[in-house]
DNA sequence: TTATCGCGTCCAGTTACTTGACGCGATCAG
DNA sequence: CTGATCGCGTCAAGTAACTGGACGCGATAA
């Protein structure tokens, strides 16, 4: 099957991916589908249907009845590839709120049903604040939504980096109040106040920096077959999976999959997986942190 | 600020809403940005350009010795508007190869970091089947990748919907061998091989159509700064959180959440959340699954 | 039957976009 | 300082995309 690899308009490839979307998601597609969401005349839509039956003759059929251009069995996508996940993601953000069908392709929303808690909407001026201090090396005062929900003074952070582990959002940052790094939640950042030139070195940052390899391996307190499902699931070798983590976000994904709770607390299905060097993990943590806070430390002291 | 309500032509929107999105993003575009990704000339961009002047002219300025437009510090987005989320997401899908950054309208990615433990990408056919299969009420064969490992005779389900939590995605289906409604993991459909009619009424899965409130709060095992804490960051009212959820699904979220396990196991930090009615849901769950059961079977004893 | 609707197509006119050419200011190497 | 380079802006002429209007066709519904 052709990938469509033509030259052509960016428009047009956009309206012909379009028509591989909806005959893949829907298995159909209007002439009127077409011009309306690209807000183009039925005569182009008409022209760019016959383009399309061009490059993928087999992938529809006109059906008089149903007034639609149906998806046939040797359909194979000519535009959208194995962008699924792509699609998949859309489906979810629809349903959590964060985007609204209208931007996306779909038309009949299949029956889908995702299940979050939700969280509080990321603030557009507050991001955009923070990745200018990451890209042009600044610190930034901010107003951080403390634990008690009381007031606090605002806080100085020279944020160098974001990371997102089990839906939430962090900002690697160095703490002027604190002189060592730490991560803030990004929702919990209510206000972005002032900013100037960072003084911090963040290669510093050894907790951040360096990065271990968690060894992931079904718990054995798993009937064998449920075992050998784990390891499939995770697309483990040898009974194990070795996953590359730096080592400060070690502790969001031990958190997310259980695997900081000792072993026998918890019944085994609700600690599929284990962490074969726990304690190396940990220790490697402690003490690049403490390097990381000497160093700072020294260079404080010798800079100022 | 207009929100750039003018009626223009589709790639011409998408052109000036690259502009808008580049400079909350970068803080900055070049001519030649807009003329690759979009695959124009340097006159039109340059025209494009000029027209984004006219509707948001202070959001932009040239810096002659930068050679790019770089954003004033007034900027508000003229186009992207509210559809933040949408760009962290699609940070998320590029890190974990969902996407390609080609796909998206990011130049420089960020410094950012996504922790996953990942899973075995969807397959596009049998995505699309599942798809044809709820659309058209038809029950399918499928390989689906047991437990053991081991081949297993095909089955037959009648998918009704689809249901995505903590990273998975379930099709919620009749399943013929059993007589009852179950979920399958999409991930290990590994294929599937024939079609026809379904016969089963989908609205008997009482367990998918019934809803209950799941009654959250903060684990009253951490201190009370704490506690608010939680409560704030789940937007919980009167230090409680009301999430109506399907009954088949209710599982899943307290398996995420570790709202499964008994009070007193783990650490309060481990079970920052804690389920107020478990008791209730879990004898919901049950009660509605036996009820669908009952259901099914008076159904196929009468009608076949 | 008649009315309606969506598709396809021929037509002429408008807009978007192209290639080609030239000038301007800033930066950089010699 | 000078000439080369690069990115931007603009004028001009031609092409492709797209629009409006008009007409016929087949299927469906009143």
């Known amino acids: 099957m052709e990938d469509g690899s033509e030259r052509l308009r960016w428009g047009v490839r956009r309206r012909l991916e379009f028509i591989d979307f909806r005959l893949f998601w829907d298995g159909r597609f209007?002439?009127?589908?077409l011009a309306t969401t690209f807000g183009i005349?039925?005569?182009q839509a008409s022209a760019d249907i016959g383009h399309y039956e061009k490059i993928a003759a087999a992938n529809l059929r006109y059906d008089r009845a149903e007034k639609a251009y149906i998806r046939t069995d040797d359909f194979a996508p000519a535009f959208i590839g194995e962008t699924i996940e792509r699609y998949l993601l859309q489906l979810v953000a629809i349903e959590n709120r964060w985007m609204r069908p209208g931007d996306t392709w779909f038309d009949a929303i299949p029956p889908i049903e995702v299940l979050t808690l939700g969280r509080r909407p990321t603030d557009p001026a507050v991001l955009l604040r923070v990745l200018d201090a990451i890209r042009k090396h600044q610190e930034i005062d901010i107003d951080y939504a403390s634990l008690t929900g009381?007031?606090?003074p605002s806080r100085t952070i020279a944020p160098h980096a974001l990371a997102h582990s089990a839906g939430r959002w962090y900002v690697r940052s160095w703490s002027r109040d604190h002189n060592d790094f730490r991560d803030y939640n990004l929702n919990r950042i209510a206000k972005v106040i002032d900013h100037r030139p960072a003084s911090v070195d963040v290669s510093l940052d050894y907790?951040?920096?360096q990065k271990i390899n968690l060894v992931i391996r079904p718990n054995p307190g798993l009937p064998p077959?449920?075992?050998a499902a784990v390891a499939s699931e995770h697309a483990m070798t040898d009974g194990k999976l070795i996953r590359p983590c730096r080592l400060s976000l070690s502790f969001y994904l031990m958190s997310e999959y259980n695997l900081d709770v000792e072993p026998g607390v918890l019944k085994?299905?609700?600690q599929q997986i284990v962490l074969h060097n726990r304690d190396e993990v940990t220790q490697a943590r402690a003490s690049s942190r403490q390097m990381s806070?000497?160093?700072l430390a020294r260079a404080s002291t010798g800079g100022e």
């Open 30 to 33: 209007n002439r009127s589908d």
């Open 41 to 43: 005349s039925a005569q």
């Open 150 to 152: 009381s007031v606090q």
């Open 207 to 209: 907790e951040w920096a």
């Open 225 to 227: 077959e449920r075992q």
């Open 268 to 270: 085994p299905e609700k």
């Open 293 to 295: 806070i000497e160093a």
